[in-house]
């Protein structure tokens, strides 16, 4: 194949989760990276992946029942309850068609057209006394630490409480529990 005369057709890919409406009484804020709306990615609702446990850390840090399987409206419940919400540092990607379907922080991190202004988002949180990361390693996402380390300044020299916490995906254990909890308690 003749690389010179390849065309690469690239895809813009928004947020799924673009809709979701912060809850402005949240005293607790979680910051993630980015879920796809793609027809690939099964995922639901923010962190709704098969993989991803945060579905029953945030539960069991409460001492209350596993959501892993609950529908948008309890999980939504759940987090009104305990004046929780979501953003995520990343609104669009623009990758190669052929490339859709890789959600690797790793591989988006230079893909990026269009960021979350968190900060704002975070300045309009008046009773906002916590925020959180859900990851701790930064290798090979210069991009995405720099933002968030934007974020985690802001937090500092406004007094919010800021930590970064292991991330809920790929396997739960208790270690990963006891953190969680205790940030949220």
Known sequence: MNLRNFSWKMVKIKHKCRDYKIYPASEILIIGTFNPDTQNNPADF???RTKNHLWTLLPAAYNEPDLKKADIDEKLAFL???MITFT???SEISVPESSETDY???FIDDKVTEWNDVISRISSLKKLKKVCFTRKTFSGIPN???SIEEIRWYCE???????YLITPARIYYAEK???WTRFFN
Request: proline content about 0%.
């Open 46 to 48: 923010f962190y709704g």
């Open 80 to 82: 009104k309850k305990h």
């Open 88 to 90: 995520d540092l990343i």
């Open 104 to 106: 690797r922080d790793s």
């Open 144 to 146: 995405i630490k720099k």
């Open 157 to 163: 020299e406004k007094g919010i409480c800021f930590q």
């Open 177 to 179: 529990q006891k953190e």
